[in-house]
């Protein structure tokens, strides 16, 4: 089964948002619906940038988990951007 990834830039949380809650919101979000294969946090240019890698049976159906941990991300904090991306021979492609 093919892999995937969403990235989402974090631009702050919300108020009373525990920083530790976030990661594991996040991968929760997406084992609603599939099997979640890793979960990080890292800091880019600055910023927290938070992954959530699972699998799907196709790209649409990973664009539909993306978006549904997006927005249940975006109750607990303001982001800047996110991606969904695909695992094709050793490198992540962007999934349209």
């Not at 995937?4 to 929760?28: C, D, F, G, K, Q």
């Amino acid at each position: 089964m093919p892999s995937y990834r969403v990235t989402m830039s974090i631009e702050s949380l919300h108020p009373n948002i525990a920083p530790a809650s976030v990661v594991p919101r996040a991968a929760a979000a997406a084992a609603e619906f599939t099997t979640v294969e890793a979960s990080d946090l890292s800091i880019v240019a600055g910023a927290a940038r938070v992954t959530v890698r699972f699998t799907a049976d196709d790209a649409a159906t990973a664009l539909q988990i993306g978006a549904h941990v997006v927005a249940d991300l975006r109750v607990v904090a303001e982001l800047r951007a996110s991606l969904v991306t695909e695992r094709v021979k050793g490198t992540w492609v962007p999934v349209r």
